[in-house]
């Protein structure tokens, strides 16, 4: 949502800027056509392929009782390379409008800042893909996903014990999910 918000704002933004020494509306630079629609594409499959590894995994659960492994790691991957792909579209459209961008009255601003907060966080870091690569390579996954292997192993164990854990840590968890709610 936030990748999505920061390129509608960049669009909007190209139709009605100019850039200092180059002639004529940003919205007319065959350059920022070029970036918009690369931006999009990338945008709209990294969250096609969110979407889907989250939907296979709701389905699978619900087939089988249980989150088969090779399951988490398919939406851990597909998140992970989510929230790095969105932060590319928002460096993507700071770029595009150079100095411009680095105003707080600019909003691309707040999105840098917001996107880049989110990409630091254990979800958005790039050693979610280190375990995706051992699982592929015939290794044990390792990590976080081991232990929440060994935690959450099946769908009712699951939902259990994140309402029981979670609803202190985090009260929000258990009512914004259906995922987590027993």
């Given at each position: ?18 850039q200092r ?13 070029r ?19 989250a939907?296979?995994l ?17 939406v851990r ?21 150079g ?16 996107v ?18 051992r ?14 292997q060994?935690?959450l192993?099946?769908v ?27």
């Amino acid at each position: 949502a936030l990748a999505r918000r920061c390129l509608d704002d960049a669009i909007e933004l190209a139709g009605r800027k100019t850039q200092r020494g180059v002639s004529g509306a940003m919205i007319d630079r065959s350059t920022v056509h070029r970036q918009i629609g690369e931006t999009e594409a990338g945008l709209r499959a990294a969250d096609q392929y969110l979407r889907s590894s989250a939907a296979a995994l709701w389905e699978s659960a619900r087939e089988h009782g249980k989150v088969e492994m090779d399951a988490r790691i398919e939406v851990r991957m597909a998140s992970t390379h989510a929230i790095r792909h969105a932060a590319e579209v928002v460096d993507s459209a700071y770029e595009l409008f150079g100095s411009g961008a680095i105003f707080k009255t600019n909003r691309i601003q707040r999105h840098y800042q917001d996107v880049h907060t989110i990409a630091q966080q254990i979800q958005g870091t790039a050693t979610n893909f280190e375990t995706a690569g051992r699982s592929f390579l015939g290794l044990e996954s390792g990590g976080m996903l081991q232990i929440i292997q060994l935690i959450l192993y099946d769908v009712q164990d699951c939902t259990g014990w994140l309402w029981w854990h979670g609803s202190k840590a985090c009260p929000r968890l258990h009512r914004a999910s259906p995922v987590f709610r027993s």
